[in-house]
């Protein structure tokens, strides 16, 4: 209510295009364009009557007398091509994508337009990215408010979401905005809260005295991760993270031929040993050639391969600036909502934060190879590391 107020005074203040996004368009039909307030009134009522000249249902669009136009979009499929906003309200931007900004903000630059970004936080993502940056910048305001300040819903009420059975972490985050609770559903992020206030996220030093392994989820039209670490008698340090895509794996080889680490083990997952069609070849195929010899992650199937993960994490230690986007994954990796069912599946959500949480999987695997009750004993491993069986 606050922002498309604050959206129809410089309307009418500035001639222009003004533009407020939902993270689809049909939320944002149903919020705004449908919607009204608890008090029954409806959004689009707060445009003046006697300012507005035409009404696009279609297109969900108003025009004011001057000139003006608001438009509803979803940023889902948002594209810049053709649009010059003077002011831009991201709804919900913590369920939004981070490139629908990019685009906008040199726009706004040039037009000296103003950008408002409201939601609720999903965790330490994009959003709360933008909130601690807006925190340490005086070019921006920013306020956040919880139950204790607004007063808008009573404790008591709060009290009877968490006896019916609302989860903590959903408590924290709807009524308390919380960022640190990490993400409803999410798989690992209770467990890498607990990393940090057991400070195992910190600074951690690679220790040339001991081999680097590595373990990778490849991409093949989305985004390869790569995970480094060492083992240190019953702990795991993690001192870096590598992702990027749209590149061949010579790239990767050359990350990680340029940095400074005595590599063990190379691990892969285990479809990388499927030869393609064209060239015969398998990317362990292409690894070898590249002088990596790398060794195949056996399959034991996804949630399995999960629960490996939980089991890991309580002896893992985080290096916390080169391993920074890497934990993020795993603090946002989590199941997948059903809307219409209103309900979480029992698979994960297949996002940008999944990469890096697949490489950890296959990491994990790799680590705890010899307790995975596969029959594979470790003598046997160790056969299989030395003649690169696959």
Same mark, same amino acid.
């Given at each position: 209510m606050l922002c498309i107020n604050m959206m129809i005074r410089e309307m009418y203040k500035r001639k222009g295009y003004y533009l407020y996004l939902f993270p689809d368009a049909g939320l944002a039909r149903r919020v705004i364009w449908n919607g009204a307030t608890k008090d029954g009134f409806r959004f689009l009522d707060f445009f003046p009557e006697e300012i507005i000249v035409r009404k696009q249902q279609q297109m969900m669009t108003v025009e004011l007398d001057n000139g003006s136009i608001f438009q509803l979009v979803g940023s889902d499929?948002?594209?810049? +091509? &053709?649009?010059?906003?003077?002011?831009? +309200?991201?709804?919900?931007?913590?369920?939004?994508?981070?490139?629908?900004?990019? /685009?906008?903000?040199?726009?706004l630059a040039e037009n000296d337009g103003i950008a408002i970004f409201n939601g609720t936080p999903r965790g330490r993502n994009h959003f709360y990215d933008l909130y601690e940056m807006s925190k340490r910048?005086?070019?921006?305001?920013? @306020?956040?408010?919880?139950?204790?300040?607004?007063?808008?819903?009573?404790?008591?009420?709060?009290?009877?979401?968490? @006896?019916? %059975?609302? $989860?903590?972490? /959903?408590?924290? @985050?709807?009524?308390?905005? $919380?960022?640190?609770? %990490?993400?409803?559903?999410?798989?690992? %992020?209770?467990?890498?809260?607990?990393? !940090?206030?057991? &400070?195992? +996220? &910190? !600074? =951690?030093?690679?220790?040339? @005295? =001991? !081999?680097?392994?590595? %373990?990778?989820d490849l991409g093949m039209n989305d985004s390869t991760s790569i995970w480094f670490w060492q083992q240190v008698g019953q702990e795991v340090h993690f001192i870096d993270y590598y992702e990027n895509s749209g590149e061949p794996l010579s790239h990767y080889a050359k990350v990680l031929q340029n940095k400074d680490y005595v590599y063990g083990d190379t691990w892969l997952p285990h479809d990388a040993k499927v030869r393609e069609l064209g060239t015969g070849l398998s990317r362990v195929d292409v690894f070898r050639s590249l002088g990596i010899t790398p060794l195949i992650v056996p399959s034991i199937g996804l949630m399995d391969g999960i629960e490996v993960v939980r089991g890991l994490l309580p002896r893992c230690w985080f290096d916390e600036d080169k391993c920074? *986007? &890497?934990?993020?994954?795993?603090?946002?990796?989590?199941?997948?909502?059903?809307?219409?069912?209103?309900? *979480?599946?029992?698979?994960?959500?297949?996002?940008?934060?999944s990469h890096g949480a697949d490489a950890m999987r296959m990491s994990a695997i790799a680590i705890s190879r010899g307790n995975l009750g596969e029959g594979i004993s470790g003598e046997e491993w160790n056969k299989i590391r030395q003649r690169n069986i696959y």
């Open positions: 499929r948002f594209t810049n +091509v &053709g649009i010059n906003p003077v002011m831009v +309200v991201f709804s919900e931007f913590s369920l939004q994508n981070p490139m629908c900004w990019n /685009l906008i903000r040199p726009i910048n005086p070019d921006w305001f920013v @306020q956040r408010l919880s139950v204790d300040d607004t007063k808008a819903i009573p404790l008591k009420a709060i009290e009877k979401e968490r @006896q019916s %059975g609302m $989860s903590e972490e /959903l408590i924290q @985050q709807e009524f308390y905005t $919380s960022f640190s609770r %990490g993400v409803e559903g999410a798989y690992y %992020g209770r467990l890498i809260e607990e990393a !940090k206030a057991q &400070g195992r +996220v &910190g !600074k =951690v030093s690679y220790n040339p @005295q =001991v !081999k680097v392994n590595v %373990g990778f920074e *986007y &890497g934990i993020k994954c795993l603090e946002m990796y989590h199941k997948d909502y059903n809307p219409k069912r209103e309900v *979480y599946s029992d698979r994960p959500c297949h996002d940008r934060w």
